[in-house]
């Protein structure tokens, strides 16, 4: 079993930076692919970025290629979403995942989720 605590959401000004942290328990982190989604409201949860389990392999949603980069540190179990030039739309809540089977693009083929942590953009 995994569980996961996400962490360094905050309130910050368009074209401003955040850093999310997603700090895992259990044995099977550093072989799981880890994901980040995010849900706004009103609106569907809907994939961020994944990362294979030796951080050789990233995947990112065309809305944050080149802003975002998603890192781990498997010494540590965390798993990391560094968002540079954020915009009002990227405001929402974030989780992280632990992925089981299935596309990475997907939610339902993540089995392991955080409670999330809010980021908000102001214009």
């Known amino acids: 079993q995994v569980q996961l605590v996400e962490s360094g959401g905050g309130l910050v000004q368009a074209g401003g930076s955040l850093r999310l942290s997603c700090a895992a328990s259990?044995?099977?982190?550093?072989?799981?692919?880890m994901g980040w989604f995010r849900q706004a409201p009103g609106k569907e949860r809907e994939f961020v970025a994944a990362?294979?389990?030796?951080?050789?392999?990233?995947y990112y949603a065309d809305s944050v290629k080149g802003r975002f980069t998603i890192s781990r540190d498997n010494a540590k179990n965390t798993v990391y979403l560094q968002m540079n030039s954020l915009k009002p739309e990227d405001t929402a809540v974030y989780y992280c995942a632990a992925h089981s089977r299935g596309s990475y693009y997907h939610g339902g083929a993540y089995n392991y989720w955080g409670t999330g942590t809010q980021v908000t953009v102001s214009s």
């Open positions: 990362i294979s389990w030796s951080g050789g392999s990233t």
């Open positions: 259990g044995r099977t982190f550093s072989r799981s692919v």
